[in-house]
């Protein structure tokens, strides 16, 4: 099996706002500090980005997908509505220090769909 030079990497708007909602998170949380965490976040965020170009399906099984309650069904099926825009059949999540970030891929394309911190119950599908 030959292994995909490099996997291209994209990032959804989902993603991006959610990046956002962290950012600002941190500056509600500690202002002094949140310059500095935020570049911690994304500094961990492109080592990411490089593993995941380097082999897509590095991330564990999306958690999410194996509940079974009506409430966890309804906001996974909103999440998977994500991964269904992108065309991308494969849903993954990576850790990244106290961060999950969701995304969905084949062999040869990954597209982050969502980020949310540990202590979440859930991947926001639309941050606003």
Excluded: C
Excluded at 25 to 48: G, H, N, S
Excluded at 50 to 63: C, E, H, M, Q
């Amino acid at each position: 099996m030959a292994l995909p030079v490099n996997a291209r990497v994209e990032a959804a708007p989902n993603f991006l706002a959610n990046l956002d909602a962290a950012r600002r998170f941190f500056v509600e949380q500690d202002a002094e500090t949140a310059t500095a965490r935020f570049a911690d976040l994304k500094a961990a965020l492109r080592e990411m980005v490089a593993v995941l170009a380097w082999s897509p399906a590095s991330g564990r099984s999306a958690r999410f997908l194996a509940a079974t309650s009506a409430q966890a069904v309804l906001r996974a099926a909103a999440i998977r509505q994500l991964a269904e825009q992108v065309g991308l059949p494969d849903l993954r999540e990576y850790v990244v220090g106290q961060h999950i970030v969701l995304y969905a891929h084949s062999a040869t394309d990954v597209v982050l769909l969502a980020l949310k911190h540990q202590r979440q119950l859930s991947y926001a599908a639309d941050a606003s």
